[in-house]
């Protein structure tokens, strides 16, 4: 199965069309075709999985790499290898476009966590979905976006790798804008196509320098080139910036963070997917997949700051931030996800590896967990609406599977020992401290205390108080019901796999395993830092305890903003998310809209359109003084000369026919005396 | 001076004054008669070089045949029996014309044929008769021979044909 | 006797007859000219047939004394045609073709 991971994207590939087709005509309007391609994907990929498991099990010297030891190259003694397949596409001289696979840790990984939240989002959505205007189309582009998905994470070219990067980007639009018929959402899509976009030149960028400096597409020869040294310093830097800024892009970091919070007004379950676990990861996963450009050319291994490391600990606190003032519940998610994703890349930055994908992984179970249960919350409890402040409140009472799935994966998120996120974030924290860069741990650990903190306002918002809303709260059916339950089960369980306190390392074992990968060190766990991090979550969650489950009257903080007129600057400036939309919008694009747009039309009124007028003008009075001189006086009249000519000829030439046969035959008898004497003399 | 020389001598020059008369006489009845005298010249001329049977066919055909044939024309075209000027208008042309012609030949021929004589024999005559020249008509000659009837055909019924009333 | 004499004699009677062909008026002068160049030509060709010793010579005078006769035939036709349309034998009034 190894060998033919390449049927995993293609089964929902494959769905797609068929849903597309057919959906309309089938008794369940597409959704069985859809759920079923996306279940095939999810066995194969755990096949794969298995398989996966069992080679680096088998791989010798297993031992050498725990703790301390070197991540060993794919090829070097000891190391597992890759599995590769491609085929040439298109080759034209020195360029050769392949379409393949590349199979290794990082790629099992990925296959199998995409298929599986994959799979309990289309489960999800049947429900969810029920009696949408477009349910078909809807599960159509589930499935496309799971095959685009796939076929990024396991292409071993970077222009496969952009391929499913777009086409993700595309189903993202798609699906954001899923009932565009309302303006705001059409709006939304087109943001966040646009931004991502503006991204992507950066990855672009990166691409065609990657190439230029290792003469080749393939993911893993480019990654053995930087390893050997073989590519100047100076490319490097250009080239990991430019993939940095389509980072920055598709994985919703600052500065262009500021469309994930808008895409929410696609449907839940299409946050959840595309938003929390798979689409927005794809930046962190190309980090992790070329991660000897980013580490030679940030030179991450020197310690010190670094862009990456920056703008990973920036957004992560712009994200907790802004999270605290949203009444949307989704918007609150949204933006966690722009935190906790900063996170990841702030773990790139700082040489955690391992971490980052770890993190990858549990975020991706206990965030689509948080939107799911938004999505329940909303779809029995609120009457369809997200907004806590004014339709929830008091829902424990009526969807306790909801609630009690909501809080774990809160608790998870939050970091609290011993679920999945306090695994994943501890990781982060400890290489921090490990590896020289003390400052990032700082950023990390407010950035869990803000984490905390938001989620339990969320919480409280949501779940606890009395109900103000409009509907009838009821618990959701059991196709919503049952995958919380499971990713509630992963976010409990998934931490073990890479729990360092216990001295359980497999998660790094088998996914470590197979990727090309620069020296990095492994940071064992310490204890202290563990208890310093989950006591910063608590104190987070105890001072939001403190400050929303008070009644209101007791609340010192109560109307804070309001009578300080600091507080309220400071809480405006969060409302309107530090103004960065409306300098995107009034100042960038209105500036080119307005000032740059109308000079760039005078100039082509005027310049342009005057030079190519111009040139017809003249034009045009060549042309009639070619015509009048030339063609009609020289032209013709030679045309004529030679018809008067032939003319008069002809009429000189008329008398010699006089009609009279013995003037002929004096003619004929002169010619033949003069040609007789002539012949005569000659001969 | 043979025998021969001498008839020649006194034929060709009533053939060549019987010419000149066809060309340059005012009346065309005369005009034709001078003809039929240039004809029986020619036959006698035949007879002179030992060529019998074109002699006779001479007679018979151009004398008796066409030369009436002018006459029922001369008739039936109510030609000027009175003296008339019967030349157009290019006469001078022509004279010069056929005088330069004849100069040409004259000069050419005495270049060529200057000391050829012709040998008159027995043989010529033995070979000349009616007998042999039939025999070399109906061997040699009788393609040409039968086309020659046909167009002899052809132009009888083309005659009738042209000239007949309708 | 020499082959000249007649063969001189001949081209005499046949410029005497290209003479008469492009100058005289009436349409039978000219037929008549016509058979004076035949005649001409006949006396040639025997001429030769006598110098030769080859009787091809006085065979083909038979012939062009057949055609001369076909010939005149036709041609006494057409004159009489063009007397009865022009009632003038005149051939300077042929002209018809003019161009």
Known sequence: MLRNAWIIPLLPALGFVVVLLFGKRLPRKGAEVAVASVGASFVLACIVLVQWVQRVEDAPAHGALRGFGRALLPTQEGGVAAVDRSFTWWENGRVNFGVGIHVDGLAVMMLFMVTLVSLLVHVYSTKYMEGDRRFTHYFALLNLFTASMLLLVVSDNTIQLL???????????????????????????????????????????????LFFAAGTFDIAAINGEVLGGDISHTLLVVAASGLLIGIIGKSGQFPLHTWLPDAMAGPTPVSALIHAATMVVAGVYLGARLYPVFFSGFSIGDGGLNAMAIIGGVTIFVGAVLAFVQRDIKKVLAYSTISQLGYMVMALGIGAWVAAIFHLFTHAFFKALLFLGAGSVSHSGSHHSFDMRDDMGGLRKYMPITFVTFVIGSLALAGIFPLAGFWSKDEILVTAGRTGFDFFLYVGLIGAFLTAAYMTRCVYLTF??????????????????????????????AGFTNAGALGIEKFKDWFEAGVALPPLQHADFEVVKAVVSVSFAAIGIGIAAFFWFQREELNPLRGLTRRNPYAGAGYRLLQNKFYLDDLYEKVIVGGIKGPVARGTYWFDQHVIDGAVNGVARVTARLARVAYDVVDQKVVDGAVNGIAETAGETGGLLRYVQSGRVQRYALTLFAAVAALSLALWIVY | MTGQNIAFWILAIAMGTGAIGVVRSRNIVHAALFLIVVLVGAAAQYIVLL???????????????????????????????????????????????????????????????????????????????????????????????????????????????????? | MGLNQYLILSAFLFCCGVYGVLARRNAVLVLLSVELMLNAVNINLVAFSAFTKQIAGQVFALFVITIAAAEVGVGLAIVLLIYRNLHSPDLDRVDQLKG
């Open chain 1, 163 to 209: 391929v499913g990067w777009e086409l993700v980007g595309l189903c993202s639009f798609v699906l954001i804008g899923h009932w565009w018929e309302e303006k705001p959402n059409a709006d939304a899509a087109v943001k966040a196509f646009l931004t991502t976009r503006t991204g992507d030149v950066g990855l672009m960028i990166g691409i065609i320098i």
């Open chain 1, 464 to 493: 606890f108080g009395e109900y103000r809303g409009h509907g009838e709260p009821h618990e959701s059916p059991p196709a919503i019901t049952v995958p919380l339950v499971v990713l509630a089960g992963f976010s409990v369980l």
């Open chain 2, 51 to 166: 060529a019998e049977f074109v002699g006779i066919v001479q007679f018979f055909i151009y004398i008796g045949a066409i030369a009436v044939l002018f006459l029922f024309g001369i008739m039936l075209t109510r030609a000027p029996m009175t003296p008339a000027d019967f030349d157009n208008d290019q006469r001078w042309p022509a004279a010069i014309v056929s005088l330069f012609l004849f100069g040409t030949l004259v000069a050419l021929l005495v270049d060529a044929f200057g000391g050829d004589k012709i040998q008159l024999s027995d043989s010529l005559l033995e070979s000349s008769r009616t007998g042999p020249v039939a025999d070399s008509i109906f061997r040699q000659f009788v393609v040409p021979f039968e086309v020659v009837s046909m167009l002899l055909l052809a132009a009888l019924v083309g005659a009738v044909v042209i000239a007949r009333r309708d």
